[in-house]
Nanobody
Framework: VQLQASGGGLVQAGGSLRLSCAAS????????LAWYRQSPGRDRGLLTA????????YYANSVKGRFTISRDNAKNTVYLQMMSLKPEDTAVYFC??????????????????WGQGTLVTVSS
């Protein structure tokens, strides 16, 4: 599956932003999806994941309560709604896909399809 992330940009601290990731090439509903981010000098880290039916989600503690992942299987798109943004959220954000083994599978440790990344900059 090919992934194309978009929606990054510059936002002030406390603001909101929504990222989108459009998929093509394979049956979108067969995949668990995730958002990762990478800041300069740091490893890429998992932020959130969603199962193929959208009913199971995971959030890293750093974004829990502020970020929301969702998917629209009819539009082959996964979203990341980000609220209460902080300067430390500044990073390149990547979407990823993993072939799911069940409806509840979050695909963690199996993500092998990556989008190109979109830069989010949060100013203080």
């Amino acid at each position: 599956v090919q992934l194309q992330a978009s929606g990054g940009g510059l936002v002030q601290a406390g603001g909101s932003l929504r990222l989108s990731c459009a998929a093509s090439g394979r049956t979108f509903s067969n995949y668990a999806l995730a958002w990762y981010r990478q800041s300069p000098g740091r490893d890429r880290g998992l932020l959130t994941a969603i199962s193929r039916n959208g009913r199971n989600t995971y959030y890293a503690n750093s974004v829990k309560g502020r970020f929301t992942i969702s998917r629209d299987n009819a539009k082959n798109t996964v979203y990341l709604q980000m609220m209460s943004l902080k300067p430390e959220d500044t990073a390149v954000y990547f979407c990823a896909a993993a072939r799911a083994t069940s409806d509840q599978d979050l695909g963690i440790r199996a993500y092998d399809n990556w989008g190109q990344g979109t830069l989010v900059t949060v100013s203080s």
